[in-house]
């Protein structure tokens, strides 16, 4: 017996020689809706976006209509998607931007059609099929070459991928960093921190977040931006500007999931084997740290699935890490609960970090070390010691 | 203009159900106008980690996609969780052939996560204020689900008590 199902239809006609009219309707055990609108054949720009539902779930999800009008104007070429999500996903609901995305996709797939039939009547013989391969060799030869080496390429990365000399690593005198209100004389650092434009998610500056983390009476900061690597001049430039400690560390994706690098400088794009990661950090000597292992799900947790310590620590995760982040910001009390009870019954160290995306929230979580810290070096030395805790800081 | 018949017509299906040993398989099957695809997954419970993957892919303009089952085994051991779409995206690839069978596995974790979704939702009452209640408290236990779509929007009622909660224990 099937526990849930969802059917979606979508279907595409040309109502004039420019128009082509659109709907969809999603059904599934738990909504129910439909979305209508209008796309120019040309630009792909739709307009008279209407959605209904039939069946919802909270009493304010009929608020979601007054929203769908943000898809007014959108150009339904490929790369919408994201869009979408941010749009009519967070405004109005994230079961109409999953409809719209498929209305989106039909509409593409009918341009092709359409083309073809273009395309049919100067070579009556061109088959769908031939059609499609010069299509793609056209669009081949149109996309710029070289346009994976505009990736990333902010201020500061080290693109290449050699580590960065030992030299450049900057020594601070730890008397003169931070806030003196320093709680019960630990030294406490956000480990977990990302910063515009280097997260393409976040949106605070680098030098708003250091301010905020000094205003606050941190006394360090660990730069964790995704796949990104900042340069040992960069931060030591930031520092000195900002007399306050500032470290490089990294979050990069894995197969299981995010994973923070310390005393690592790789520069790592796409998604990285997590075996592969544990190894090119041991050959330097770095640490890693598995960022919110059980950052779940909207709607339950993991006490609704069942999940339990015991069974979690089998995790293949917890085979490669060397230290568990237990207090992250911006995961629930329980997946943050879970994650201390596993690092707990395996004996790996935590940390803890906001995982801030603006100034609003860093040091909501740090890690409280027993010694100074004062430099890369000297915090990937305490990380490996284990003098360490995570403290809950804001 | 025959503005009454169709150009394109779509119809995707996906279905969990419970298999031996408490697994979850997800099934997404799509058949429009130019494909016919299938996406199979088993997701291990309760670590909620793909398990078992297979699938097959028609497009009437690229044909099959030689490589598909080296493809799909590339999400092998990816969590059904909050992020995977871009561990998803990276483990198969983004080129446009591939995109379909991407977003049918994605389709497929969706499956996962709202046939779990709909055993909390089971437990909602159905008069007005235990729904209000209810919805409230779920807000308040997933912080994530704030601010994120228009039923949870800043200042509409379901989040009045949080946001209450957090000026008198903000600041
Ligand atoms: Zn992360
Ligand atoms: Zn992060």
Redesign the interface.
Known sequence: ?????????????????ET??VHGILD???YSLELCFKVNISDLICSGVKGRWLRW?????P??I??LHEAEGFCLK?GIDNKIHKTI??????HFA?LFI?CG??VR??V???NWEAAQKENPEIT??Q??RNDETASMAESSPGMDNEKKELSSPSGTNKPSPKKTEHKRNAGSLGNPSAKKGKFVIDMHVHTSPASPCASDSVDAMIQEARRIGLQGICLTDHNYVWSAEAVQALSEKHDFLVLRANEI??????ILTFGFYENLQ??TRLADLKKKVADVGGFIVAAHPF????????D?????PD??MA??LFKWVDGVETLNG???E?ENNMARDVANGLGLPSTGGSDAHDISTVGVYATAFDEVIDSEASLLAALKQGKYHPVVFR | ?S????????????????INGGN?RSVCRLR???TDAEVVIEVK?????ICAISGYFRH????EIEDLDRRLQA?M???V???ML??IK??MGEE?KI??IV?MVE?CC??V?????????LK?PDD?AG??SF?SN?VK?????Y???????KG???VAELEAEKAKGGA
């Not at chain 2, 009437?60 to 044909?63: I, Y």
Request: one cysteine or more; a positive charge; aromatic letters at 8%.
């Open positions: 017996m099937f526990d849930f199902m969802r059917n979606k239809v979508v279907d595409v006609a040309r109502l004039d020689r082509l009219e599934d055990s738990i779930t909270t009493p304010e999800c608020r979601a007054d929203f490929a996903g967070r405004k109005s609901c994230r999953n498929e996709h039909a797939e009918t092709k059609l359409l769908f099929k059609f499609m994706i894995t197969e299981q999931g995010d796409g998604i950052r779940g799900f909207l709607t339950f947790g993991a609704d699935v069942g999940l339990t069974s979690a995790r293949e911006k995961v629930t329980t | 203009m503005n009454n018949i169709l150009k394109f017509a779509m119809n995707r299906n996906t279905s969990v159900e419970k979850l429009d106008t130019f419970m309760p670590d909620m980690e009437a303009g690229w044909g999400v051991g990816v969590r969780a909050a992020g871009k561990i990276g483990l446009e995109q379909q977003y389709e969706h499956g996560i709202l046939t779990l979704t709909r055993k909390v939702l909602a007005e729904k209000v919805y779920m236990k997933s912080i994530r689900l601010d994120r779509c228009a039923a949870f929007a509409t009622p379901l």
